[in-house]
């Protein structure tokens, strides 16, 4: 279709769907990284789509900013967390959703400036391990 021709709803749509599929499927500055796409300035990735700036995350979706990750969804600058979605400036959390600037979390939701803590109860850092390791094994949690 020219860019004269009267534009139809469905031509539209259609067009903008081909224009969006085309630009979006490419990585842009990537380094090493294997079955990602729409990812731009990230390294040794795997696995994972929209990521930005990241390095050693696998299997995750639109994170920023974010290392040795795995299965988090729309995180930014998180480090070493696993099955985590929308976390900011966190490390070391493990299924946790929406905390900020948060340390050793696991099960724990919407939580700002904490650590060791377990479905949002804390604990002490020894307590914290423990409880965690026999939790992973119990849910069969791989880190």
């Not at 224009?19 to 842009?28: A, F, K």
């Not at 604990?123 to 409880?131: C, G, K, N, Q, V």
Request: charged share 20%; hydrophobic share 35%.
């Amino acid at each position: 279709m020219t860019r004269s021709a009267a534009w139809t709803r469905s031509a539209f749509e259609a067009a903008y769907q081909a224009l969006v599929l085309r630009e979006i499927d490419d990585n842009v500055g990537c380094v090493a990284s294997v079955r990602c796409f729409a990812c731009c300035d990230s390294t040794f990735c795997k696995d994972s789509q929209g990521l930005v700036r990241c390095h050693y995350t696998t299997r995750s979706t639109f994170c920023s900013h974010c290392a040795h990750c795995s299965r988090c969804d729309e995180c930014v600058a998180c480090s070493h967390c696993v099955d985590c979605t929308r976390c900011i400036r966190s490390a070391y959390l493990f299924h946790s959703t929406g905390c900020v600037e948060c340390h050793f979390c696991f099960g724990c939701v919407g939580l700002r400036s904490r650590d060791f803590l377990i479905l949002n109860e804390p604990y002490d850092r020894s307590t914290y391990f423990e409880i965690v390791r026999r939790l992973m094994q119990e849910l069969r949690i791989e880190p």
